[in-house]
């Protein structure tokens, strides 16, 4: 072999070499690459996995925060129907009472009626001895007509005492069914208002829970005020406070914000001609 025919091969040698090579390093490379792409993937995966079943659990909360709300709305419609009947029987029984009244002022106009025929038939007895025995016996009916008749007034005048009893009873049921109305309203509001619903929010009447007012601030609308009450005290988000002074009804506010011993309230409104202030007392029940 000649001289060129002898570098030519080791030359082919030489390419072949850095041929091989470079091959195996891209081998690798590739090897590297395709093992991160199966990571990524596989992580890709799990995080829709995991995102599916967040939805799925947001979707959840989200019919079951709908199905609250349409009970909360069932019972106001209830209580409303209660009251409609209540507000009825009230005024059946305040037409009854009238009715009594009027009954009892007949039986008194009797009385005097009765009491001027007993005073014209003693005048008689007196006028004439001769129809003495008649006018005594007529006295005497007389006499029994009006212990009829004051027995009647009587027994008019207890039924009168249960009327205005049972009115009075009718009155104190349709007081509470308007606070436990107004308290359903309430939370049938936060249910609306919030995104995210819990039970405490959602959860009924709040307890008696009576506090004071720390701090007013009016320069963020419509107003907040600080109450000495916390999560120590049993206060919840979504609780609502009634602000009255020295008998004096000013307004109510929802909490917003708990601490321990204290939380911050949102004002819902205020009664006109009032300013809720420093020191007014704050119940969740009056």
């Known amino acids: 072999m000649s001289p060129i025919g002898r570098i030519f091969v080791v030359i082919n ?7 091989l090579g470079s091959a195996a390093t891209n081998l690798a490379s590739a090897q590297k690459y ?28 989200k019919t079951a925060a709908e199905n609250i709300r349409n009970e909360i709305k069932n019972q106001k419609d209830a209580l409303e129907t209660q009251k409609a009947a209540l507000d009825q029987d009230i005024a059946a029984k305040t037409d009854e009472m009238n009715q009594l009244k009027s009954n009892m002022g007949n039986i008194d106009s009797r009385l005097e009626d009765m009491a001027t025929q007993l005073e014209n038939q003693s005048s008689q007895v007196e006028q004439a001895n001769n129809e003495r025995v008649a006018a005594v016996e007529a006295r005497r009916n007389a006499e029994q007509e009006r212990d009829d008749a004051l027995e009647e007034k009587a027994s008019a005048s207890d039924m009168a005492n249960d009327l205005e009893m049972q009115i009075a009873q ?9 606070s436990e109305l107004q308290s359903t309203e309430t939370l049938l509001t936060v249910a609306v208002e919030k995104a995210g619903l819990t039970v405490a929010e959602l959860g009924g009447a709040a307890p008696k829970i009576e506090g004071a007012v720390l701090q007013v601030a009016t320069n963020v609308k419509p107003g907040l005020v600080h109450i000495n009450r916390g999560s120590a005290d049993e206060v919840k988000t979504g609780y609502v406070f009634d ?11 929802r909490v917003e914000i708990v601490n321990s011993n204290s939380c911050t309230a949102r004002i819902l409104n205020v009664v ?14 009056i």
């Open 243 to 253: 602000i009255y002074s020295s008998g004096v009804y000013k307004g109510r506010a």
């Open 13 to 19: 040698l030489v390419l072949a070499g850095l041929f």
């Open 170 to 178: 009718l009155r104190t049921q349709l007081n509470e069914t308007r």
């Open 34 to 61: 395709r093992g991160s792409f199966e990571k990524e993937v596989a992580a890709k995966q799990a995080l829709e996995r995991e995102l599916n079943a967040s939805i799925e659990s947001l979707r959840a909360e």
């Open 272 to 285: 006109d001609g009032t300013t809720i202030m420093q020191g007014d007392t704050a119940s969740t029940r």
